[in-house]
């Protein structure tokens, strides 16, 4: 079925969005976590009710919401899609400089301000598909902020879209902007009544045409070892020293397998991320992952194994093993709810694409909103290499991702 061809927004959004510094702080307890990824958020309920998004609004956790109003007799399920606005704390995001490479013709791109970044072809596969399209980069001074405000800038034009042109047939369409995913708190604080989706897609993947309906199941495992103190004078025989069991505890685990610098594919993998403590008492944290929930279990079993091994050569030390889960597979949910991925295929093919499932070795949004109540896979928004210098999108592809999210909301009402 035809549409009315999309004047497109989408590059001027995102070029624009792109140059507001937005990182958040894993080391900060503010809500969010930095103040400034709200001023990125109050521009865009600007723009949202510059389109005629009324009820366009940011609320006191820094998210943001916004409703489309259905303009059909159909009974439709209301949509969400989702996008974050905070950049990654990994690779600075101030005065981001983007560069737009017209008619990428295949060479190299060396970065303008340090010719030390490169994006080579044989690095970043996906370029061969980029030939004569249009690169967006940084400078090489910073990161880009494709992840996520290329999300971002889709939502905001397809939003655009669908305002200007009634005669598209849709439901409720709901937006949602939120802070905070790069460190793990993008939907702490949704408001899950307010938002009122039966059904959602975060904008967050790389690949044009891709669709990723499995993410990791994850824990966080913390081994807490109580040592025994003496002076170290007069420790011989008595001293039990926790840093040196906690460094005992690392180095027995799997060196050749179970490890991210090992696995790929969908092997899981056991990871510490964090050492600490004292003689007395030593703290590691680690992340387990793993597509299923027995496979972590397994994993946890063998750090628990490991640490109680190594515990006999401390006989007056203790250990103790707490596990918190982080997030679930959100195929768990989304297998209940077949229709939310197959629309999703359709609407990719619909804009000339070859739809690709696949299972994505990290989490999103969408894997914690699954569980809220949200079945919510995770579409791709052409972002790539995130978190570094190096990051890149081509504008052809944004384009096919406001195309994909117009062919969805068009795909529900025709099939409700």
Same mark, same amino acid.
């Given at each position: 079925?035809?549409?009315?061809?999309?004047?497109?927004?989408?590059?001027?959004?995102?070029?624009?969005?792109?140059?507001?510094?937005?990182?958040?702080?894993?080391?900060?307890?503010?809500?969010?976590?930095?103040?400034?990824?709200?001023?990125?958020?109050?521009?865009?309920?600007?723009?949202? %009710?510059?389109?005629?998004?009324?009820?366009?609004?940011?609320?006191?956790?820094?998210?943001?919401?916004?409703?489309?109003?259905?303009?059909?007799?159909?009974?439709?399920?209301?949509?969400?899609?989702?996008?974050?606005?905070?950049?990654?704390?990994?690779?600075?995001?101030?005065?981001?400089?983007?560069?737009?490479?017209?008619?990428?013709?295949? %060479?190299?791109?060396?970065?303008?301000?340090?010719?030390?970044?490169?994006?080579?072809?044989?690095?970043?596969?996906?370029?061969?598909?980029?030939?004569?399209?249009?690169?967006?980069?940084?400078?090489?001074?910073?990161?880009?902020?494709?992840?996520?405000?290329?999300?971002?800038?889709?939502?905001?034009? +397809?939003?655009?879209?669908?305002?200007?042109?009634?005669?598209?047939?849709?439901?409720?369409?709901?937006?949602?902007?939120?802070?905070?995913?790069?460190?793990?708190?993008?939907?702490?604080?949704?408001?899950?009544?307010?938002?009122?989706?039966?059904?959602?897609?975060?904008?967050?993947?790389?690949?044009?045409?891709?669709?990723?309906?499995?993410?990791?199941?994850?824990?966080?495992?913390?081994?807490?070892?109580?040592?025994?103190?003496?002076?170290?004078?007069?420790?011989?025989?008595?001293?039990?020293?926790?840093?040196?069991?906690?460094?005992?505890?690392?180095? +027995?685990?799997?060196?050749?397998?179970?490890?991210?610098?090992?696995?790929?594919?969908?092997?899981?993998?056991?990871?510490?991320?964090?050492?600490?403590?004292?003689?007395?008492?030593?703290?590691?944290?680690?992340?387990?992952?793993?597509?299923?929930?027995?496979?972590?279990?397994?994993?946890?079993?063998?750090?628990?194994?490991?640490?109680?091994?190594?515990?006999?050569?401390?006989?007056?030390?203790?250990?103790?093993?707490?596990?918190?889960?982080?997030?679930?597979?959100?195929?768990?949910?989304?297998?209940?709810?077949?229709?939310?991925?197959?629309?999703?295929?359709?609407?990719?093919?619909?804009?000339?694409?070859?739809?690709?499932?696949?299972?994505?070795?990290?989490?999103?949004?969408?894997?914690?909103?699954?569980?809220?109540?949200?079945?919510?896979?995770?579409?791709?928004?052409?972002?790539?290499?995130?978190?570094?210098?190096?990051?890149?999108?081509?504008?052809?592809?944004?384009?096919?991702?406001?195309?994909?999210?117009?062919?969805?909301?068009?795909?529900?009402?025709?099939?409700?």
């Amino acid at each position: 079925m035809s549409h009315p061809a999309i004047s497109h927004t989408v590059t001027e959004r995102f070029l624009r969005y792109v140059k507001i510094d937005t990182q958040s702080d894993p080391d900060s307890t503010s809500v969010p976590t930095t103040e400034k990824q709200k001023n990125l958020s109050r521009l865009l309920v600007e723009e949202m %009710k510059a389109i005629g998004i009324s009820d366009a609004h940011l609320d006191e956790f820094g998210v943001v919401y916004g409703t489309i109003a259905s303009n059909t007799n159909k009974n439709v399920p209301t949509l969400c899609f989702c996008s974050h606005v905070d950049t990654s704390p990994d690779c600075s995001g101030a005065n981001v400089n983007p560069v737009v490479h017209k008619n990428y013709d295949g %060479k190299d791109l060396v970065l303008l301000k340090d010719s030390s970044v490169v994006i080579r072809m044989s690095d970043f596969s996906d370029l061969k598909n980029q030939i004569g399209n249009d690169i967006i980069t940084a400078d090489g001074t910073t990161l880009l902020g494709a992840d996520n405000k290329a999300g971002v800038a889709e939502i905001m034009d +397809a939003a655009n879209h669908l305002m200007r042109h009634p005669e598209i047939k849709h439901g409720v369409i709901k937006i949602l902007f939120t802070p905070d995913e790069e460190v793990g708190h993008g939907v702490d604080h949704v408001d899950m009544k307010k938002l009122g989706a039966q059904f959602g897609y975060t904008m967050d993947g790389e690949t044009a045409g891709t669709l990723e309906d499995e993410t990791w199941s994850a824990d966080l495992a913390v081994v807490t070892i109580h040592g025994l103190s003496a002076h170290p004078g007069m420790a011989k025989g008595k001293m039990e020293n926790a840093i040196k069991i906690a460094a005992a505890v690392v180095d +027995a685990l799997p060196k050749d397998r179970l490890s991210p610098e090992t696995t790929d594919g969908r092997d899981g993998f056991v990871h510490p991320t964090n050492i600490s403590g004292t003689l007395e008492k030593a703290e590691i944290k680690i992340i387990v992952r793993d597509f299923t929930v027995s496979g972590l279990h397994e994993k946890e079993k063998l750090l628990k194994d490991t640490c109680e091994r190594i515990l006999k050569e401390y006989p007056r030390s203790v250990f103790k093993l707490e596990v918190i889960e982080q997030y679930r597979n959100m195929k768990e949910m989304l297998d209940q709810h077949p229709q939310v991925v197959d629309y999703a295929l359709e609407a990719i093919r619909r804009t000339g694409l070859s739809p690709s499932r696949r299972s994505v070795r990290g989490g999103t949004d969408g894997s914690r909103l699954s569980f809220m109540g949200m079945p919510c896979p995770n579409l791709y928004a052409g972002e790539h290499a995130f978190h570094s210098k190096q990051e890149w999108v081509s504008v052809q592809d944004m384009q096919k991702a406001v195309e994909t999210i117009v062919h969805l909301c068009m795909i529900w009402e025709e099939k409700s």
